[in-house]
Protein backbone atom coordinates (compact mmCIF):
# COMPACT_ATOMS: atom_id res chain seq x y z
CA UNK A 1 0.00 0.00 0.00
CA UNK A 2 1.01 3.54 -0.30
CA UNK A 3 3.58 4.97 1.63
CA UNK A 4 2.39 8.30 4.34
CA UNK A 5 5.25 10.56 3.58
CA UNK A 6 3.74 13.07 6.10
CA UNK A 7 5.38 11.02 9.28
CA UNK A 8 8.33 10.73 7.73
CA UNK A 9 11.41 10.85 10.53
CA UNK A 10 14.88 11.11 10.12
CA UNK A 11 17.11 10.43 12.67
CA UNK A 12 21.26 11.61 12.24
CA UNK A 13 23.68 8.82 14.01
CA UNK A 14 27.70 9.25 13.45
CA UNK A 15 28.97 5.83 12.55
CA UNK A 16 30.95 4.11 15.44
CA UNK A 17 34.01 2.16 15.56
CA UNK A 18 32.39 -0.97 16.81
CA UNK A 19 29.66 -1.02 13.91
CA UNK A 20 32.73 -1.06 11.47
CA UNK A 21 34.29 -4.71 9.98
CA UNK A 22 37.46 -5.52 9.02
CA UNK A 23 36.63 -4.28 5.29
CA UNK A 24 36.77 -1.01 7.25
CA UNK A 25 33.16 -0.16 6.46
CA UNK A 26 29.88 -0.45 8.72
CA UNK A 27 28.91 -4.31 8.95
CA UNK A 28 25.59 -5.09 7.13
CA UNK A 29 24.13 -5.96 10.17
CA UNK A 30 24.40 -2.74 12.04
CA UNK A 31 22.26 -1.06 9.29
CA UNK A 32 18.67 -3.13 10.74
CA UNK A 33 19.94 -1.62 14.41
CA UNK A 34 19.94 2.15 12.57
CA UNK A 35 16.36 1.16 11.69
CA UNK A 36 15.32 0.28 14.81
CA UNK A 37 16.14 4.23 16.09
CA UNK A 38 13.89 5.62 13.14
CA UNK A 39 11.07 3.02 13.99
CA UNK A 40 11.14 4.11 17.41
CA UNK A 41 11.37 8.08 16.60
CA UNK A 42 8.40 7.45 14.44
CA UNK A 43 5.83 5.53 16.92
CA UNK A 44 7.00 7.88 19.35
CA UNK A 45 5.51 11.05 16.70
CA UNK A 46 2.73 9.30 15.41
CA UNK A 47 1.58 8.88 19.47
CA UNK A 48 2.96 5.50 21.03
CA UNK A 49 4.34 5.52 24.31
CA UNK A 50 6.66 3.30 23.82
CA UNK A 51 8.45 4.04 27.34
CA UNK A 52 5.52 1.99 28.76
CA UNK A 53 4.32 -0.27 26.04
CA UNK A 54 6.35 -2.88 27.62
CA UNK A 55 3.38 -2.63 30.42
CA UNK A 56 0.69 -3.44 28.06
CA UNK A 57 2.11 -6.96 28.03
CA UNK A 58 1.91 -7.11 24.36
CA UNK A 59 5.17 -6.87 22.24
CA UNK A 60 5.83 -5.94 18.52
CA UNK A 61 8.00 -7.91 17.29
CA UNK A 62 10.17 -7.77 14.15
CA UNK A 63 8.50 -10.12 11.77
CA UNK A 64 10.37 -9.25 8.70
CA UNK A 65 13.53 -7.27 7.99
CA UNK A 66 14.79 -6.61 4.07
CA UNK A 67 17.80 -4.17 2.83
CA UNK A 68 19.23 -3.54 -0.03
CA UNK A 69 23.44 -1.44 0.29
CA UNK A 70 24.55 0.67 -2.24
CA UNK A 71 27.20 1.93 -0.65
CA UNK A 72 29.22 1.36 2.21
CA UNK A 73 29.52 4.05 5.40
CA UNK A 74 33.13 4.38 6.99
CA UNK A 75 34.15 4.99 10.24
CA UNK A 76 32.43 8.67 11.76
CA UNK A 77 30.56 9.55 8.97
CA UNK A 78 27.17 10.95 10.03
CA UNK A 79 24.65 9.62 8.24
CA UNK A 80 20.70 10.24 7.83
CA UNK A 81 18.24 7.30 8.60
CA UNK A 82 14.57 8.40 7.41
CA UNK A 83 11.37 6.15 8.26
CA UNK A 84 8.20 6.65 6.29
CA UNK A 85 5.28 4.49 7.52
CA UNK A 86 2.97 2.61 4.86
CA UNK A 87 -1.06 2.75 4.98
CA UNK A 88 -2.06 -0.03 6.62
CA UNK A 89 -5.54 -2.07 6.93
CA UNK A 90 -4.24 -4.50 9.65
CA UNK A 91 -2.72 -5.00 12.74
CA UNK A 92 0.74 -4.66 10.70
CA UNK A 93 3.34 -2.03 10.91
CA UNK A 94 5.34 -1.77 7.66
CA UNK A 95 8.39 1.10 7.47
CA UNK A 96 10.58 1.97 4.97
CA UNK A 97 13.89 3.01 5.25
CA UNK A 98 16.82 5.14 3.62
CA UNK A 99 20.11 5.42 4.77
CA UNK A 100 22.25 8.86 2.95
CA UNK A 101 25.09 9.89 4.13
CA UNK A 102 24.94 13.96 5.29
CA UNK A 103 27.52 15.05 3.30
CA UNK A 104 26.63 14.29 -0.60
CA UNK A 105 23.43 12.83 0.32
CA UNK A 106 24.49 9.64 -1.28
CA UNK A 107 21.95 7.16 -0.75
CA UNK A 108 23.55 4.02 1.36
CA UNK A 109 21.30 2.17 1.63
CA UNK A 110 17.07 1.28 1.19
CA UNK A 111 15.16 -1.77 3.83
CA UNK A 112 11.77 -2.07 5.06
CA UNK A 113 10.68 -4.17 8.36
CA UNK A 114 7.46 -5.85 9.13
CA UNK A 115 6.51 -5.74 12.81
CA UNK A 116 3.25 -7.24 14.54
CA UNK A 117 1.52 -7.37 17.62
CA UNK A 118 1.61 -10.17 20.31
CA UNK A 119 0.64 -11.00 23.55
CA UNK A 120 3.99 -12.29 25.64
CA UNK A 121 3.41 -15.88 24.10
CA UNK A 122 3.57 -15.31 20.85
CA UNK A 123 0.06 -15.15 19.86
CA UNK A 124 -0.78 -12.81 16.98
CA UNK A 125 -2.55 -10.04 17.35
CA UNK A 126 -5.41 -9.19 14.93
CA UNK A 127 -7.00 -6.07 16.11
CA UNK A 128 -4.83 -3.33 17.67
CA UNK A 129 -4.98 -3.10 21.33
CA UNK A 130 -6.04 0.13 23.26
CA UNK A 131 -2.15 1.59 23.79
CA UNK A 132 -1.75 0.99 20.23
CA UNK A 133 -4.68 1.90 18.30
CA UNK A 134 -3.66 5.51 17.95
CA UNK A 135 -1.31 3.55 15.06
CA UNK A 136 -4.67 2.40 13.46
CA UNK A 137 -6.15 5.97 13.50
CA UNK A 138 -3.17 7.36 12.34
CA UNK A 139 -1.90 4.50 9.55
CA UNK A 140 -5.69 4.33 7.61
CA UNK A 141 -7.48 1.26 9.14
CA UNK A 142 -9.41 3.86 10.75
CA UNK A 143 -10.36 6.26 8.07
CA UNK A 144 -11.34 3.78 5.63
CA UNK A 145 -14.31 2.47 7.70
CA UNK B 1 17.17 -20.06 -9.89
CA UNK B 2 16.95 -23.67 -7.67
CA UNK B 3 19.00 -24.16 -4.61
CA UNK B 4 21.69 -26.72 -5.00
CA UNK B 5 21.15 -28.33 -1.92
CA UNK B 6 23.73 -31.35 -2.45
CA UNK B 7 26.03 -28.10 -1.00
CA UNK B 8 23.93 -27.38 2.27
CA UNK B 9 26.19 -26.68 5.50
CA UNK B 10 24.78 -26.19 8.54
CA UNK B 11 26.41 -24.67 11.33
CA UNK B 12 25.90 -24.88 15.12
CA UNK B 13 25.66 -21.66 17.56
CA UNK B 14 24.62 -21.30 21.21
CA UNK B 15 22.52 -18.33 21.73
CA UNK B 16 24.67 -15.83 23.69
CA UNK B 17 23.24 -13.51 26.69
CA UNK B 18 24.78 -10.27 24.74
CA UNK B 19 22.86 -11.26 21.58
CA UNK B 20 19.35 -10.87 23.49
CA UNK B 21 17.49 -7.89 23.75
CA UNK B 22 14.78 -6.32 26.14
CA UNK B 23 12.50 -8.55 25.62
CA UNK B 24 14.26 -11.35 26.59
CA UNK B 25 14.83 -12.49 23.30
CA UNK B 26 17.70 -12.53 20.51
CA UNK B 27 17.59 -9.45 18.70
CA UNK B 28 16.65 -9.61 15.25
CA UNK B 29 20.13 -8.01 13.86
CA UNK B 30 21.98 -10.81 14.85
CA UNK B 31 20.74 -13.22 12.95
CA UNK B 32 22.30 -11.66 10.11
CA UNK B 33 25.83 -12.54 12.05
CA UNK B 34 24.43 -15.61 11.94
CA UNK B 35 23.43 -16.34 8.69
CA UNK B 36 27.54 -14.91 7.67
CA UNK B 37 29.29 -17.75 9.86
CA UNK B 38 26.77 -20.55 7.62
CA UNK B 39 28.11 -18.58 4.22
CA UNK B 40 31.71 -18.47 5.49
CA UNK B 41 31.58 -22.35 6.39
CA UNK B 42 29.28 -22.50 2.75
CA UNK B 43 32.16 -20.45 0.47
CA UNK B 44 35.32 -23.01 2.20
CA UNK B 45 33.02 -26.00 1.41
CA UNK B 46 33.02 -25.05 -1.95
CA UNK B 47 37.00 -24.18 -2.03
CA UNK B 48 37.31 -20.32 -1.29
CA UNK B 49 40.05 -19.86 0.67
CA UNK B 50 38.51 -16.76 3.02
CA UNK B 51 41.90 -16.36 4.78
CA UNK B 52 43.41 -15.06 1.73
CA UNK B 53 40.51 -13.77 -0.12
CA UNK B 54 41.07 -10.29 1.23
CA UNK B 55 44.90 -10.26 -0.15
CA UNK B 56 43.25 -10.66 -3.83
CA UNK B 57 42.23 -7.17 -3.15
CA UNK B 58 38.73 -7.80 -4.18
CA UNK B 59 36.09 -7.88 -1.60
CA UNK B 60 32.67 -9.19 -1.35
CA UNK B 61 29.79 -7.32 0.20
CA UNK B 62 26.58 -8.18 1.25
CA UNK B 63 24.21 -5.74 -1.28
CA UNK B 64 20.98 -7.37 -0.18
CA UNK B 65 19.74 -9.21 2.92
CA UNK B 66 16.24 -10.46 3.60
CA UNK B 67 14.94 -12.56 6.96
CA UNK B 68 11.54 -13.76 8.17
CA UNK B 69 11.13 -14.47 11.76
CA UNK B 70 8.70 -17.13 12.61
CA UNK B 71 9.54 -17.98 16.56
CA UNK B 72 11.88 -16.40 18.77
CA UNK B 73 15.40 -17.97 20.14
CA UNK B 74 15.99 -17.50 24.07
CA UNK B 75 19.36 -17.43 25.65
CA UNK B 76 21.21 -20.80 25.73
CA UNK B 77 19.31 -21.74 22.69
CA UNK B 78 21.33 -24.56 20.96
CA UNK B 79 20.83 -23.35 17.30
CA UNK B 80 21.20 -24.43 13.92
CA UNK B 81 21.92 -22.29 10.82
CA UNK B 82 21.71 -24.05 7.41
CA UNK B 83 22.92 -22.31 4.08
CA UNK B 84 22.31 -23.07 0.48
CA UNK B 85 23.71 -21.70 -2.51
CA UNK B 86 21.33 -20.77 -5.61
CA UNK B 87 22.92 -21.95 -9.03
CA UNK B 88 24.15 -18.83 -10.50
CA UNK B 89 25.50 -17.82 -14.11
CA UNK B 90 26.62 -14.69 -12.87
CA UNK B 91 29.29 -13.16 -10.53
CA UNK B 92 26.61 -12.87 -7.70
CA UNK B 93 26.63 -15.47 -4.34
CA UNK B 94 22.99 -16.22 -3.51
CA UNK B 95 22.60 -18.03 -0.38
CA UNK B 96 19.32 -19.29 1.19
CA UNK B 97 19.57 -19.71 5.17
CA UNK B 98 17.27 -21.60 7.76
CA UNK B 99 17.66 -20.99 11.27
CA UNK B 100 16.22 -24.07 13.39
CA UNK B 101 16.18 -24.62 17.32
CA UNK B 102 17.85 -27.79 17.66
CA UNK B 103 15.59 -28.85 20.10
CA UNK B 104 12.52 -30.10 18.44
CA UNK B 105 14.03 -28.93 14.80
CA UNK B 106 11.14 -26.01 15.51
CA UNK B 107 11.77 -23.17 12.25
CA UNK B 108 12.90 -19.87 13.67
CA UNK B 109 13.70 -17.82 10.82
CA UNK B 110 14.22 -18.03 7.22
CA UNK B 111 16.51 -15.36 5.03
CA UNK B 112 18.38 -14.90 1.78
CA UNK B 113 21.58 -13.02 0.84
CA UNK B 114 22.89 -11.68 -2.28
CA UNK B 115 27.04 -11.31 -2.33
CA UNK B 116 28.71 -9.65 -5.36
CA UNK B 117 32.51 -9.37 -6.18
CA UNK B 118 33.90 -5.79 -6.13
CA UNK B 119 37.10 -4.04 -6.22
CA UNK B 120 37.78 -2.09 -2.94
CA UNK B 121 36.68 1.09 -4.81
CA UNK B 122 33.64 -0.91 -4.73
CA UNK B 123 33.78 -0.95 -8.36
CA UNK B 124 31.24 -4.46 -9.17
CA UNK B 125 32.98 -7.40 -10.97
CA UNK B 126 31.04 -9.09 -13.72
CA UNK B 127 33.54 -11.88 -14.27
CA UNK B 128 34.75 -13.48 -11.15
CA UNK B 129 38.77 -13.22 -10.38
CA UNK B 130 40.92 -16.17 -9.78
CA UNK B 131 40.68 -16.49 -6.40
CA UNK B 132 36.75 -17.02 -6.70
CA UNK B 133 36.40 -18.95 -10.09
CA UNK B 134 35.69 -22.08 -8.29
CA UNK B 135 32.70 -20.98 -7.14
CA UNK B 136 31.16 -20.76 -10.77
CA UNK B 137 32.47 -23.77 -11.40
CA UNK B 138 30.63 -25.33 -8.87
CA UNK B 139 27.70 -22.90 -8.81
CA UNK B 140 26.80 -23.50 -12.43
CA UNK B 141 28.30 -20.44 -14.22
CA UNK B 142 30.65 -22.38 -15.98
CA UNK B 143 28.60 -26.00 -16.52
CA UNK B 144 26.43 -24.21 -18.67
CA UNK B 145 28.28 -22.91 -21.10
CA UNK C 1 40.60 -13.39 48.47
CA UNK C 2 41.75 -16.79 46.98
CA UNK C 3 40.57 -18.05 43.61
CA UNK C 4 39.15 -21.04 44.45
CA UNK C 5 40.00 -23.59 41.10
CA UNK C 6 37.88 -26.74 42.28
CA UNK C 7 35.22 -24.27 40.39
CA UNK C 8 36.96 -22.94 37.54
CA UNK C 9 34.67 -23.87 34.00
CA UNK C 10 35.83 -23.48 30.36
CA UNK C 11 33.71 -22.67 27.44
CA UNK C 12 34.58 -23.03 23.91
CA UNK C 13 34.26 -20.18 21.82
CA UNK C 14 34.73 -19.45 18.06
CA UNK C 15 35.75 -16.32 16.52
CA UNK C 16 32.97 -14.79 14.36
CA UNK C 17 32.95 -12.10 12.19
CA UNK C 18 30.99 -10.07 13.75
CA UNK C 19 33.07 -9.80 16.25
CA UNK C 20 36.47 -8.39 14.65
CA UNK C 21 37.08 -4.88 13.76
CA UNK C 22 39.21 -2.97 11.01
CA UNK C 23 42.16 -4.00 12.50
CA UNK C 24 41.46 -7.73 11.39
CA UNK C 25 41.19 -8.75 15.55
CA UNK C 26 38.68 -9.28 17.59
CA UNK C 27 37.30 -6.20 19.16
CA UNK C 28 38.28 -6.13 22.81
CA UNK C 29 35.06 -5.28 23.94
CA UNK C 30 33.61 -8.54 22.85
CA UNK C 31 35.59 -10.34 25.73
CA UNK C 32 33.66 -9.01 28.22
CA UNK C 33 30.72 -11.01 26.33
CA UNK C 34 32.74 -14.13 26.17
CA UNK C 35 33.59 -13.48 30.14
CA UNK C 36 29.94 -13.80 30.37
CA UNK C 37 29.27 -17.02 28.65
CA UNK C 38 31.58 -18.49 31.03
CA UNK C 39 30.54 -16.94 34.22
CA UNK C 40 26.83 -18.01 33.88
CA UNK C 41 27.69 -21.40 32.84
CA UNK C 42 29.50 -21.12 36.20
CA UNK C 43 26.69 -19.57 38.06
CA UNK C 44 24.81 -22.85 36.25
CA UNK C 45 27.52 -24.95 37.83
CA UNK C 46 27.56 -23.49 41.34
CA UNK C 47 23.67 -24.36 41.70
CA UNK C 48 21.95 -21.31 40.56
CA UNK C 49 19.28 -21.37 38.01
CA UNK C 50 19.94 -18.75 35.74
CA UNK C 51 16.84 -18.88 33.92
CA UNK C 52 14.35 -18.89 36.81
CA UNK C 53 16.90 -16.00 38.67
CA UNK C 54 14.73 -13.14 37.11
CA UNK C 55 11.77 -14.10 38.31
CA UNK C 56 12.87 -14.04 41.60
CA UNK C 57 12.96 -10.04 41.45
CA UNK C 58 16.44 -9.89 42.13
CA UNK C 59 19.00 -8.94 39.58
CA UNK C 60 22.66 -9.32 40.08
CA UNK C 61 24.17 -6.52 37.73
CA UNK C 62 28.17 -6.43 36.46
CA UNK C 63 29.41 -3.49 39.00
CA UNK C 64 33.26 -3.56 37.98
CA UNK C 65 35.39 -5.00 35.21
CA UNK C 66 38.98 -5.18 34.04
CA UNK C 67 40.79 -7.07 31.16
CA UNK C 68 44.30 -7.18 29.89
CA UNK C 69 45.07 -7.95 25.92
CA UNK C 70 48.12 -9.78 25.55
CA UNK C 71 47.54 -11.08 22.18
CA UNK C 72 44.79 -10.68 19.35
CA UNK C 73 42.05 -13.10 18.69
CA UNK C 74 41.44 -13.35 14.63
CA UNK C 75 38.11 -14.62 12.94
CA UNK C 76 37.69 -18.35 13.09
CA UNK C 77 40.16 -18.86 15.64
CA UNK C 78 38.63 -21.49 18.31
CA UNK C 79 39.37 -19.98 21.64
CA UNK C 80 39.21 -21.23 25.61
CA UNK C 81 37.35 -19.31 28.05
CA UNK C 82 37.78 -19.81 32.12
CA UNK C 83 36.23 -18.85 34.79
CA UNK C 84 37.49 -19.21 38.07
CA UNK C 85 34.85 -17.73 41.33
CA UNK C 86 36.79 -15.83 44.63
CA UNK C 87 36.37 -16.89 47.76
CA UNK C 88 33.78 -14.33 49.86
CA UNK C 89 32.53 -13.45 52.29
CA UNK C 90 29.53 -11.22 51.66
CA UNK C 91 26.91 -10.77 48.81
CA UNK C 92 29.91 -10.13 45.77
CA UNK C 93 30.66 -12.35 42.98
CA UNK C 94 34.29 -12.07 41.75
CA UNK C 95 35.25 -14.17 38.97
CA UNK C 96 38.75 -14.24 37.37
CA UNK C 97 38.75 -14.87 33.56
CA UNK C 98 41.40 -16.25 31.08
CA UNK C 99 40.83 -16.73 27.50
CA UNK C 100 43.62 -19.30 25.46
CA UNK C 101 43.61 -19.79 21.93
CA UNK C 102 43.02 -23.53 21.88
CA UNK C 103 45.71 -24.13 18.93
CA UNK C 104 49.33 -23.83 21.24
CA UNK C 105 47.14 -22.64 24.08
CA UNK C 106 48.54 -18.95 23.90
CA UNK C 107 47.05 -16.55 26.48
CA UNK C 108 45.04 -14.16 24.90
CA UNK C 109 43.86 -12.26 27.88
CA UNK C 110 42.72 -12.11 31.61
CA UNK C 111 40.42 -10.05 33.25
CA UNK C 112 38.16 -10.26 36.01
CA UNK C 113 34.42 -8.83 37.00
CA UNK C 114 32.45 -8.23 39.99
CA UNK C 115 28.67 -8.80 40.29
CA UNK C 116 26.16 -7.79 43.55
CA UNK C 117 22.76 -8.32 43.65
CA UNK C 118 20.47 -5.91 43.98
CA UNK C 119 16.41 -5.51 43.75
CA UNK C 120 15.31 -3.89 40.31
CA UNK C 121 15.24 -0.77 41.68
CA UNK C 122 19.16 -1.06 42.42
CA UNK C 123 19.23 -1.39 46.10
CA UNK C 124 22.18 -3.11 47.00
CA UNK C 125 21.61 -6.19 48.84
CA UNK C 126 23.71 -7.26 51.55
CA UNK C 127 22.75 -10.78 52.19
CA UNK C 128 22.26 -13.53 49.49
CA UNK C 129 18.26 -14.06 48.63
CA UNK C 130 17.25 -18.04 48.78
CA UNK C 131 18.01 -18.26 45.06
CA UNK C 132 21.11 -17.29 45.07
CA UNK C 133 22.27 -18.86 49.10
CA UNK C 134 23.80 -21.82 46.94
CA UNK C 135 26.39 -19.00 46.46
CA UNK C 136 27.56 -18.31 49.70
CA UNK C 137 28.03 -22.00 50.38
CA UNK C 138 29.72 -23.06 48.00
CA UNK C 139 31.82 -19.57 48.06
CA UNK C 140 33.21 -19.82 51.46
CA UNK C 141 30.64 -16.98 53.07
CA UNK C 142 28.98 -19.82 55.25
CA UNK C 143 32.02 -21.97 55.94
CA UNK C 144 33.81 -19.75 57.90
CA UNK C 145 31.19 -18.74 60.36
CA UNK D 1 50.88 10.30 36.59
CA UNK D 2 48.75 12.87 36.52
CA UNK D 3 45.33 13.50 34.41
CA UNK D 4 45.65 16.52 32.13
CA UNK D 5 42.51 17.57 32.22
CA UNK D 6 42.99 20.71 30.06
CA UNK D 7 42.58 18.46 27.12
CA UNK D 8 39.40 17.08 28.25
CA UNK D 9 36.58 15.74 25.44
CA UNK D 10 32.71 15.06 26.10
CA UNK D 11 31.12 12.94 23.42
CA UNK D 12 27.53 12.91 23.72
CA UNK D 13 25.54 9.85 22.59
CA UNK D 14 21.60 8.54 23.07
CA UNK D 15 21.43 4.95 24.02
CA UNK D 16 19.91 2.93 21.73
CA UNK D 17 17.79 -0.42 21.92
CA UNK D 18 20.52 -2.89 20.25
CA UNK D 19 22.75 -2.06 22.95
CA UNK D 20 19.94 -2.79 26.00
CA UNK D 21 20.01 -6.29 27.50
CA UNK D 22 17.01 -8.28 29.07
CA UNK D 23 17.19 -6.62 32.43
CA UNK D 24 15.86 -3.54 30.05
CA UNK D 25 19.52 -1.68 30.62
CA UNK D 26 23.01 -0.68 28.59
CA UNK D 27 25.08 -4.17 28.17
CA UNK D 28 27.90 -3.81 29.91
CA UNK D 29 30.53 -4.17 27.18
CA UNK D 30 29.09 -1.42 25.31
CA UNK D 31 30.34 0.94 27.71
CA UNK D 32 34.15 0.14 26.10
CA UNK D 33 32.76 1.35 22.46
CA UNK D 34 31.69 4.59 24.16
CA UNK D 35 34.61 5.11 25.30
CA UNK D 36 35.84 4.44 21.96
CA UNK D 37 33.99 7.07 20.43
CA UNK D 38 35.56 9.28 23.74
CA UNK D 39 39.23 8.73 22.95
CA UNK D 40 39.35 9.06 19.01
CA UNK D 41 37.76 12.61 19.44
CA UNK D 42 40.39 13.30 22.07
CA UNK D 43 42.72 11.67 19.99
CA UNK D 44 41.96 14.12 17.33
CA UNK D 45 42.14 17.06 19.03
CA UNK D 46 45.43 16.28 20.00
CA UNK D 47 46.40 16.54 16.33
CA UNK D 48 46.31 13.01 15.28
CA UNK D 49 44.92 12.34 12.04
CA UNK D 50 43.33 8.60 13.16
CA UNK D 51 41.64 8.57 9.36
CA UNK D 52 45.25 8.05 7.87
CA UNK D 53 46.94 6.23 11.40
CA UNK D 54 46.16 3.23 9.79
CA UNK D 55 48.32 3.92 6.23
CA UNK D 56 51.44 4.41 8.44
CA UNK D 57 51.38 0.46 9.24
CA UNK D 58 51.67 1.00 12.76
CA UNK D 59 48.30 0.08 15.19
CA UNK D 60 47.17 1.27 18.61
CA UNK D 61 45.65 -1.53 20.12
CA UNK D 62 43.87 -1.44 23.90
CA UNK D 63 46.12 -3.90 26.01
CA UNK D 64 44.04 -2.73 29.35
CA UNK D 65 40.61 -1.42 30.01
CA UNK D 66 38.79 -0.79 33.53
CA UNK D 67 35.70 0.30 34.32
CA UNK D 68 33.10 0.86 37.88
CA UNK D 69 29.33 0.67 36.86
CA UNK D 70 27.84 2.95 39.24
CA UNK D 71 23.96 3.25 37.92
CA UNK D 72 22.34 1.90 34.95
CA UNK D 73 21.73 3.70 31.28
CA UNK D 74 18.69 2.99 29.77
CA UNK D 75 17.18 2.74 26.09
CA UNK D 76 17.10 6.53 24.81
CA UNK D 77 19.25 8.03 27.55
CA UNK D 78 21.00 10.79 26.68
CA UNK D 79 24.28 10.63 27.91
CA UNK D 80 28.11 12.45 28.05
CA UNK D 81 30.93 10.65 27.57
CA UNK D 82 34.50 12.33 28.85
CA UNK D 83 37.86 11.67 28.57
CA UNK D 84 40.84 12.82 30.26
CA UNK D 85 44.43 11.83 28.98
CA UNK D 86 47.21 10.96 31.68
CA UNK D 87 50.78 12.71 31.40
CA UNK D 88 53.21 10.30 30.16
CA UNK D 89 56.68 9.37 29.60
CA UNK D 90 56.76 6.46 27.50
CA UNK D 91 54.99 5.35 24.27
CA UNK D 92 51.87 4.27 26.09
CA UNK D 93 48.02 6.22 26.05
CA UNK D 94 46.40 6.21 29.22
CA UNK D 95 42.62 7.99 29.00
CA UNK D 96 40.47 7.79 32.17
CA UNK D 97 36.85 8.10 31.36
CA UNK D 98 33.47 9.24 32.99
CA UNK D 99 30.06 8.36 31.72
CA UNK D 100 27.07 10.84 32.90
CA UNK D 101 23.77 10.61 32.56
CA UNK D 102 23.19 14.48 30.53
CA UNK D 103 19.67 14.95 32.59
CA UNK D 104 20.55 15.28 36.71
CA UNK D 105 24.55 14.66 35.38
CA UNK D 106 24.08 11.95 36.95
CA UNK D 107 27.24 9.45 37.48
CA UNK D 108 26.66 6.39 35.37
CA UNK D 109 30.30 4.40 35.01
CA UNK D 110 33.76 5.47 35.26
CA UNK D 111 37.08 3.94 33.83
CA UNK D 112 40.94 3.13 32.17
CA UNK D 113 41.90 2.32 28.83
CA UNK D 114 45.80 1.81 27.76
CA UNK D 115 46.88 1.85 24.54
CA UNK D 116 50.17 0.97 22.74
CA UNK D 117 51.68 1.66 19.44
CA UNK D 118 53.02 -1.69 17.69
CA UNK D 119 53.81 -2.94 14.10
CA UNK D 120 51.08 -4.77 11.95
CA UNK D 121 52.41 -8.33 13.58
CA UNK D 122 52.12 -6.92 17.29
CA UNK D 123 55.72 -5.83 18.13
CA UNK D 124 55.82 -3.23 20.72
CA UNK D 125 57.04 0.24 19.51
CA UNK D 126 58.57 1.85 22.81
CA UNK D 127 59.65 5.28 20.83
CA UNK D 128 56.69 7.28 18.88
CA UNK D 129 56.64 7.10 15.21
CA UNK D 130 55.91 10.43 13.51
CA UNK D 131 52.52 9.91 12.81
CA UNK D 132 51.88 9.82 16.79
CA UNK D 133 54.54 12.14 18.27
CA UNK D 134 52.43 14.79 18.65
CA UNK D 135 51.08 12.52 21.25
CA UNK D 136 54.41 12.80 22.81
CA UNK D 137 54.75 16.35 22.91
CA UNK D 138 51.41 17.08 24.70
CA UNK D 139 51.14 14.62 27.61
CA UNK D 140 54.12 15.50 28.77
CA UNK D 141 57.22 13.11 26.90
CA UNK D 142 58.96 16.10 25.11
CA UNK D 143 58.23 18.31 28.06
CA UNK D 144 60.37 16.64 30.61
CA UNK D 145 63.45 16.17 28.68
Known sequence: MRQLDKFRVTVPLRVRYAETDPMGVVYHANYLSWFHEA???LLINLGVD???AGHTGYIMPVVEVSCRYHYPAHYRDEI???AVPEETQV???IVH???HLKRHSRLL???TTVNVLTTPEGKLLLRLP???QVLG???GAESHR
Open 137 to 139: KRL
Open 39 to 41: RDQ
Open 50 to 52: IKT
Open 80 to 82: LVS
Open 109 to 111: AEG
Open 91 to 93: ARF
Open 97 to 99: YTV
Open 130 to 132: EHF
